[in-house]
């Protein structure tokens, strides 16, 4: 490999440095290449790629990347995995691998900015991968809507039998049942004002008319007592008259 060439491996390393999400160094030695193709076949999934690169270039993008930390953990064979997706699978991918191969040991790395030690990334190993977490998520989200929605069906259920069962009572469409109807108010035409006074002609019929109308009554039999009182005073002039003459 001459200058230019490892110049532009360091370039390509550097640049996929800065743009993953997690790096995994690990001790690659005694892998096959079968083996080696089985790994960057299951680590495809995850969006990652395994690179194996000479020590020295990598130390080289690694200070160029700003990615210093690996700089303890590029001693003897050393593979990098570059996540850009699922740090999780990735993890798992390379933990179950390496445990039926008797093979790639964890060294360290870096997920998102920070330093990943050994038990950190045995932690995330045994974490389920993304899709398994977004079912398992949805499936919490899901459980206490589903309860919500079966609540409110049960509310709205008991609420129709109600509205149903007033309904049945005449309460909804406004009228009253019969054993609560109250007597109706009268007519206007049936007030007991209306009433005494289309009752007054009949009263006066009866000699029971208003005390105004009897006073007249009254008045006018003063009249006829002092007309009938006229006639005894002739009388009685005529009567002393005679007795005058006859003595």
Known sequence: MDREQKTAVVEKLTEELRGAKAIFAVDYRGISVPQAAQLRAGLRD???RFRIVKNR???RAAEAAGTNELKDHLTGPTALALVQGDAALAAKTISRLGSEWKLLTYKGGLMEGEELDP?????????PGREALNAQIAGVVASPLTGLVRGLG???QG???QLGQIAEQGLVTGEVPA???TPADPEPSESPEESSEEEAPAGEDAGQGEPAETGEGDQDIG??????GEEPDTTSEDSDENKEEGS
């Open 57 to 59: 270039l990598t130390l």
């Open 154 to 156: 049960s509310m709205i």
């Open 46 to 48: 995850a969006e990652t």
């Open 179 to 181: 054993a609560e109807k």
């Open 159 to 161: 609420l129709a039998l």
């Open 223 to 228: 009249e006829g007592d002092q007309d009938i």
């Open 119 to 127: 038990d950190t990334f045995t932690a995330i190993a045994r974490l």
